[in-house]
């Protein structure tokens, strides 16, 4: 099958994310256009302190109107290397960097209409190391023994689908 793009528009340019229109060729030769979110990319941790237990955030997210139990988590900046954000993020999000940083896999979130790309990383030997969180950010950090998370995963208590993704990239590493 061959997709030829055959225009490209910005619709909006923003702080995180930019959509852009796209106009494309499909394979029997007609045009359709897509809607698509364009983002740098991002980063998630799953980090397991001394006592076994995986460290989460509480916050609230305006596109789900509620407060939201999820892993650390972050955007890319221009150029960043995934790794040198996730430790950057598990700092400003939780206070804690670590000695132990793995990569356990990366994936779009929604290909469907969006290029953002998430690097999954499990990050033990835990140490204090905080960071000013973002000036935006208001969360409190939730540790939970890794049996219960899994407990609480298998029961749809995280609406969260990186949160939920990591836990699984990371099962077989931590329990």
């Known amino acids: 099958m061959t997709f030829q793009q055959i225009s490209r528009d910005s619709i909006f340019k923003g702080r995180v994310f930019d959509i852009e229109r796209v106009q494309v060729r499909l394979p029997d030769e007609r045009a359709a256009y897509y809607e698509m979110v364009t983002h740098p990319g991002a980063v998630s941790i799953v ?3 001394e006592s076994g237990r995986i460290l ?39 206070g804690m960097s670590a000695h132990k940083l793995e990569k356990l896999g990366a994936f779009y979130l929604a290909p469907g209409y969006s290029s953002e790309y998430l690097h ?5 030997d835990l140490f204090k190391a905080p960071l000013e ?16 998370a899994y407990e609480m995963a298998r029961q749809g208590v995280f609406k969260d689908g990186k949160s939920l993704a990591g836990l699984f990239l990371a099962e077989p590493l931590i329990r």
């Open 133 to 148: 969180a973002d000036s935006d950010e208001f969360l409190n950090v939730e540790a939970i023994d890794v049996a219960k």
């Open 47 to 49: 980090p397991v302190d």
């Open 56 to 94: 989460f955030v509480r916050q609230f997210r305006p596109a789900a109107w509620q407060e939201v139990l999820e892993l650390p988590a972050g955007t890319l900046e221009k150029g960043e290397d995934p790794q040198e954000c996730a430790i950057r993020e598990l700092r400003e999000e939780t």
């Open 120 to 124: 999954m990383f499990l990050a033990r």
